[in-house]
């Protein structure tokens, strides 16, 4: 079956390893890979050129995940039936090229937003509440990593909560496990107390 599907699952890579933080921060003479966290992602664009071009790499990072599920929508109702096994390769790669890009010696970013967009495609209902947990937990915390981190464990439980298919849990399961992996030194800082807090310092 993953044969039949593999060409998907390349082009969902491809279009997953786009660096929009690089793509962002690279005109405005900043390399996220060197300055900040030296993470190419949304949150460390924010904090090195502030939350409007934030905010366009975390739309541009999210996008890729979104337009590589309409892309396989668009095509399979063209070709064959669609089936949750495609649709959750499909989520798993996308997200897989932003944390591991080949435009990046396949380095990359920690791979929120790119969860965020594939999942508000494929589990909007199971997304929605896990995109509250992330607001609810960096409100009360400053923390992005522990809302990060609070997010993506939630999500496979919101997935089967709202019945959506075995596919999409395991492929959520998965993800979460490379996110938290993505996430260890945030993990190791938050355990110190040494984790950088958007909250303003008193």
């Known amino acids: 079956m993953f044969i039949n599907y593999i060409h998907y699952f390349l082009l969902a890579y ?14 405005q003479g ?5 300055e900040g966290s030296k993470n190419p992602g949304a949150t460390n664009v924010a904090r090195l050129l502030g939350k409007k071009w934030g905010l366009i790499t975390f739309l541009g ?24 096994e495609l649709y959750a390769g499909v989520a798993f790669f996308s997200v897989l090229g932003h944390l591991f890009s080949p435009f990046l010696k396949f380095k990359g970013g920690k791979g929120v937003a790119t969860t965020i967009g ?29 809302g990060s981190l609070i997010a993506s464990a939630s999500l496979p439980i919101f997935i089967y909560l709202f019945n959506y298919p075995t596919e999409y849990i395991f492929s959520s399961i998965f993800l979460t496990v490379l996110i938290w992996i993505k996430h260890r030194e945030n993990i190791k800082r938050l355990l110190q107390g040494q984790e950088k807090t958007w909250k303003k310092r008193r």
Do not use: H, N, Q, Y
């Not at 491809?14 to 005109?27: D, H, N, Q, R």
């Not at 900043?30 to 060197?34: A, E, L, Q, T």
């Open 61 to 84: 990072d999210a996008g890729k995940g979104i337009f590589a599920l309409l892309l396989t929508k668009i095509f399979t109702s063209l070709s064959f039936k669609e089936t949750p």
């Open 118 to 146: 594939t999942f508000l495609i494929l589990t909007p209902k199971a997304m929605l509440p896990s995109l509250v947990c992330f607001l609810i937990a960096v409100l009360l915390s400053g923390f992005v990593s522990l």
């Open 14 to 27: 491809l279009l997953g390893s786009i660096p929009f933080a690089l793509i962002v921060a690279l005109p």
């Open 30 to 34: 900043v390399d996220p890979r060197k």
